[in-house]
């Protein structure tokens, strides 16, 4: 342990470690890789040319880099540490236990984060404190996300910057101003770690573009702020993860089997408990097993192997394990029989195909009102964006036996 290392862990650190400003930047892995780097670089930069001190880096731990995954980057700024002192501090955990702010560039991590080895789903408010701020990136107003939070003892703010998650990835960037937008909310949220001032004349001398500066302003001027406290949120349903310290490791390496087994229906194929993936998907497919042809495809194509064969020849998904990647909807022949629905419109994770044979008509209408009359088609290049199509009509319910 070096001297700065032992100073700043010792009794006498807390006081200067209540300098220091943290921030926890929660994204997606891949297709959010280069947007949340940007934006944890950023405001390191931008507090340097405000006289402060300021350090950054990234968790991989229990998330490496794989599509979808919940990921997070971390930037911590200081007014009077030194860059020694501060980095002494900051590179102690390659986590954070408390953060006074919160950055979410896609608003559907607010319903939990998964680690990448399956032991519990923790909230995405877990980090905050007592008057700090979660910002999401969102067109939800802030009542709506208020109810996927934890609840916690005290009162923090919640911050809605409008606008939709960008899937800036790591083969194709976007450059779509969505970390410049995010600089500008944090000025707005957090003056104590940038004023817009500084990000303002940060952004002109790094882009030479005045357009990025308003884009800045913009977001300034457009955050929402609310209060959240005590009463809003639900108690956490799920057990939190906790990561084994390096003295509860048992010597050599274990590598469980996964018990085999199959039966037709719901959770019928037996698979691996320890590599749940459900908090990785944005969107997920939603099926018409009305209108099915048994095709087979879905089941067949499914990278992650979630469809699960039914006795009336159907296929049902396994949500904890779908990761949201659209194959299924891409494959099926039959028009608008799966579609790709955000995943904020759901609440459980509950076989969909229970719920159709308990009542057919009343699982096909629920479903259309969630779909809505808009057909997302993606891009095949990550990041490039996508193209939307407005039906004007839904496909009618196909009662059993009607061809």
Not at 36 to 49: E, K, L, T
Not at 63 to 81: E, H, T, Y
Not at 176 to 198: C, H, K, M, W, Y
Not at 322 to 331: K, L, P, S
């Amino acid at each position: 342990m070096t001297q700065s290392l032992a100073k700043h862990t010792g009794s006498h650190s807390r006081k200067e470690a209540k300098d220091i400003h943290r921030v926890e930047i929660n994204y997606r892995g891949i297709f959010q890789k280069r947007l949340g780097y940007n934006i944890s670089h950023d405001i390191v930069y931008a507090a340097h040319s405000e006289g402060k001190t300021a350090f950054s880096n990234g968790r991989y731990s229990d998330d490496p880099q794989r599509n979808g995954i919940p990921c997070a980057n971390f930037a911590f700024v200081s007014k009077s540490l030194g860059e020694e002192e501060l980095e002494a501090i900051a590179s102690a955990k390659m986590d954070v236990d408390e953060a006074d702010l919160v950055l979410v560039l896609d608003d559907t991590l607010a319903k939990g984060l998964e680690p990448w080895g399956h032991y519990g789903i923790r909230p995405i408010n877990q980090k905050v404190v007592e008057g700090s701020t979660i910002l999401f990136v969102s067109r939800r107003k802030p009542e709506e996300l208020k109810k996927l939070l934890e609840k916690k003892p005290f009162k923090y703010n919640l911050a809605v910057l409008p606008g939709d998650r960008s899937f800036a990835g790591l083969w194709y960037y976007r450059d779509d101003n969505s970390d410049i937008r995010f600089l500008g909310a944090v000025a707005r949220i957090a003056p104590q770690v940038l004023d817009i001032e500084t990000v303002v004349n940060y952004v002109r001398n790094k882009y030479k573009d005045e357009k990025r500066v308003e884009a800045a302003k913009e977001a300034f001027d457009s955050v929402v702020i609310n209060e959240v406290t005590p009463d809003d949120g639900m108690v956490w349903p799920y057990e939190k993860p906790v990561l084994p310290a390096w003295q509860d490791f048992d010597e050599g390496i274990v590598v469980k089997s996964v018990k085999r087994g199959f039966k037709m229906g719901p959770r019928g194929q037996n698979r691996n408990p320890d590599f749940k993936r459900g908090t990785s998907k944005t969107q997920r497919p939603v099926v018409r097993f009305d209108t099915c042809i048994k095709c087979t495809l879905c089941w067949y194509d499914c990278p992650d192997e979630c469809f699960d064969p039914t006795p009336d020849g159907l296929f049902d998904i396994n949500y904890e394990y779908c990761t949201g990647c659209g194959r299924c909807a891409q494959v099926c022949p039959v028009n608008d029989c799966i579609v790709m629905v955000d995943e904020l419109k759901f609440d459980n994770t509950k076989s969909p195909w229970e719920q159709y044979t308990k009542n057919p008509e009343q699982y096909v209408r629920v479903m259309e009102e969630k779909k809505g009359l808009t057909r997302e088609v993606p891009s095949p290049v990550t990041g490039k964006g996508e193209q939307f199509i407005e039906l004007k009509s839904s496909v009618p319910f196909k009662a059993k036996g009607v061809k």
